[in-house]
């Protein structure tokens, strides 16, 4: 009789946890479809022909750790279109996995590099001609990167991130103020969002105001300051997301995931998001560090790196602090015919 009662209490016991697990279960796939539906929603561009310099075994080592993508902002005044475009944006951003750290390097639009097989041009045709494939191709190539993924925004995703996250906070001057008001008109015209023109000083900006901040190149210190510029807006960016609630950020995913294009899969975001509580800005800069600005023909005005070798060696002492990087022989045969092809 004893034996019969605790068989019946093990039937009982199974069941229980039978039905748990299926409860389990059950919340796995609802998480899963859950995630799916929102990433589902992103552009995706595969990345089929990633290239890579051969680099010494200490440069690998010293990069090991650290989660380097591009960044990509395209002006192609066609929204939702990523597959080609000039990339007025570009962006080396490099996470340490360790302290969280966050650090980006706007490489300068115009930089002369060779955006495929001896093709010497402005940074920004890469992505024009191939896509992101090609753009993070010319990264590599040139800086000695092991860049795999991208993420791509146009006007619209960057309107439409900063109007959900309520503005973002920007320091506005007197020489700023009439490019930015005509830029407020051109982002309102592509976007279809409608915003108002801004006076000096500091303020809330929304999308659109933000967008046309970011744009801004005519100032004291050009193109340069452009890109310190979105550096700006990017960290304020991330920055006022920190502080927002679950349920503004779901909000977000689905307003801006369709106005994405990136390379990453649905894991590998959602394993950085994970650790988005330990992220913290650090510094951001602009590259080349040494630069010099002349024209080349039918290119126009470049900015021409003083010289490569020696700015890509600044770059991953910047990136990845790595005070012993030794260039490539690909970057020191690049280096040579920068000066060869500029005189600098």
């Known amino acids: 009789m004893e034996k019969k009662r605790r068989s019946k209490k093990q039937r009982q016991k199974r069941k229980i946890v039978l039905v748990v697990l299926a409860v389990i279960f059950a919340l796995i796939l609802a998480v899963v479809a859950f995630i799916w539906s929102k990433f589902s929603k992103m552009d995706k561009i595969e990345m089929k022909n990633i290239k890579v310099n051969e680099l010494p075994q200490e440069t690998e080592e010293a990069m090991q750790g650290y989660t380097t993508i591009a960044l ?42 060779d955006i495929d097989e001896d093709k010497f041009r402005k940074a920004n045709a890469a992505y024009s001609s191939g896509g992101p494939e090609q753009a993070v191709n010319m990264l590599n190539k040139n800086l000695d990167l092991t860049i795999s993924d991208y993420v791509a925004v146009d006007f619209n995703a960057v309107v439409d991130a900063v109007n959900l996250l309520g503005g973002i906070e920007l320091e506005i001057t007197s020489e700023e103020v009439g490019y930015m008001n005509d830029y407020i008109d051109g982002v309102s015209e592509v976007t279809g969002k409608k915003s108002k023109h801004v006076s000096a000083g500091k303020q809330m900006c929304d999308g659109v105001q933000a967008t046309a901040y970011a744009r801004i190149r005519y100032t004291t210190g050009w193109d340069y300051k452009r890109t310190e510029r979105q550096r700006t807006v990017i960290t304020k960016m991330f920055e006022k997301a920190k502080e927002t609630d679950l349920l503004t950020l779901n909000s977000m995913l689905d307003e801006i995931l369709p106005e994405v294009s990136t390379s990453l899969s649905a894991t590998e975001i959602l394993g950085l998001a994970t650790d988005m509580t330990k992220y913290h800005m650090g510094e951001n800069t602009g590259f080349p560090f040494d630069k010099e600005s002349t024209s080349l023909g039918k290119l126009g005005s470049v900015v021409v790196p003083v010289d490569l070798e020696n700015n890509v060696i600044q770059l991953h002492e910047f990136l990845y602090t790595n005070e012993s990087y030794t260039p490539s022989q690909t970057v020191k045969k690049l280096s040579e015919t920068v000066h060869s092809n500029t005189g600098y």
């Open 72 to 113: 990509f902002g395209l002006d192609n005044r066609s929204n939702g279109n990523f597959e080609s475009g000039n990339s007025d944006t570009i962006i080396v951003v490099s996470i340490n996995g360790d302290t969280g750290e966050i650090k980006m390097a706007s490489v300068y639009r115009d930089t002369y590099l």
